[in-house]
């Protein structure tokens, strides 16, 4: 499984940017997916989760209103359209891919997910 992340940039504050995420490989529809963010000097950090049907949504609260999660299922895609951007919002931004198939619910759990894209950088400036 491969995941490749792009759409990062240098933004200014109050802009938007959409990040998209490709799986390829053996890769399923009913698999969770996930966004998560690294700062420099930070610990990479959980942004959101989708559910495998794209049913249901979980944010950080420092995003939600201003960032959408959505997947394409038939093109094993996952976008993250953010708005609003703030300068704390520049990171190094990570899609994720859980080997779970079907799971009830949306995890904002690093562990829960067993493969990784390459990070885009992401930079809002003020």
């Known amino acids: 499984v491969q995941l490749q992340a792009s759409g990062g940039g240098l933004v200014q504050a109050g802009g938007s940017l959409r990040l998209s995420c490709a799986a390829s490989g053996r890769v399923s529809s009913t698999q969770g997916m996930g966004w998560f963010r690294q700062a420099p000097g930070k610990e990479r950090e959980f942004v959101a989760a989708i559910h495998w049907s794209g049913s249901n949504t979980y944010y950080i609260d420092s995003v939600k209103g201003r960032f959408t999660f959505s997947r394409d299922n038939a093109k094993n895609t996952m976008l993250l359209q953010m708005s609003s951007l703030k300068p704390e919002d520049t990171a190094v931004y990570y899609c994720?891919?859980?080997?779970?198939?079907?799971?009830?619910?949306?995890?904002?759990?690093?562990?829960?997910?067993?493969?990784w894209g390459q990070g885009t950088l992401v930079t809002v400036s003020s």
């Open positions: 994720a891919l859980s080997r779970n198939e079907y799971s009830a619910y949306v995890s904002p759990r690093r562990y829960e997910y067993t493969y």
